[in-house]
């Protein structure tokens, strides 16, 4: 029995030394990607979360302390002013307004290059009690790792385009 073990033992520690290297520097950049695709979409459901919740806190987690929002012909410069816009301004945070906001997942895109990418999805807010889509906006968005978080530092906003 002590020879079985110590056999399978053996037989697992050369095969380990002769395949157990470590992963490719291909393998380990294509990972990073999946994980910086990964963490970029998560803004989106947190904005979604966010507007959903009228949870103005959250939004702002999603901010470089610098970006630029522009929303039609006003720009909004740094996390106070944005911050301001949400508050007072935007549809989804109004206290009447009991919206769900969501994007259907073919209206995502993202890409990443190194620290920087970009993400483009859809809101589209729905009342629930009346069972209508009562507003939809695009969001462009500029995105970088910033302190190890992926932020958003310029967003436009604008309604679609049907067929993009």
């Given at each position: 029995m002590v020879?079985?073990?110590?056999?399978?033992l053996?037989?697992?520690?050369?095969l380990?030394?002769?395949?157990?290297?470590?992963p490719?520097s291909?393998?380990?950049?294509?990972?990073q990607?999946q994980?910086?695709l990964?963490a970029?979409?998560q803004i989106?459901?947190?904005?979604h979360?966010?507007a959903?919740?009228?949870?103005?806190?959250?939004?702002?987690l999603?901010?470089?302390?610098?970006?630029?929002?522009n929303?039609?012909a006003?720009?909004f410069t740094?996390?106070?002013?944005i911050?301001n816009?949400?508050?007072?301004k935007?549809?989804?945070?109004?206290?009447?307004?009991h919206?769900v906001?969501?994007?259907?997942?073919?209206?995502?895109?993202?890409t990443?290059?190194g620290?920087?990418?970009?993400?483009y999805?859809?809101?589209?807010?729905?009342?629930?009690s009346t069972k209508?889509?009562?507003n939809?906006?695009?969001?462009n968005q500029e995105?970088a790792r910033?302190?190890g978080k992926?932020l958003?530092?310029?967003?436009a906003?604008?309604?679609?385009?049907l067929g993009?």
């Amino acid at each position: 029995m002590v020879r079985i073990v110590f056999g399978g033992l053996a037989l697992a520690v050369s095969l380990a030394a002769c395949g157990g290297s470590a992963p490719s520097s291909t393998a380990q950049a294509d990972l990073q990607r999946q994980a910086d695709l990964y963490a970029i979409d998560q803004i989106e459901v947190k904005w979604h979360e966010a507007a959903s919740t009228h949870d103005l806190d959250m939004m702002m987690l999603l901010w470089a302390d610098n970006a630029r929002f522009n929303v039609g012909a006003q720009t909004f410069t740094g996390k106070d002013q944005i911050r301001n816009f949400f508050a007072t301004k935007a549809a989804p945070f109004k206290s009447t307004n009991h919206w769900v906001s969501e994007t259907p997942a073919y209206k995502i895109k993202t890409t990443v290059n190194g620290n920087k990418g970009t993400l483009y999805f859809e809101c589209h807010y729905v009342d629930p009690s009346t069972k209508t889509v009562v507003n939809v906006v695009g969001a462009n968005q500029e995105v970088a790792r910033i302190n190890g978080k992926w932020l958003i530092t310029s967003s436009a906003i604008a309604s679609p385009v049907l067929g993009e």
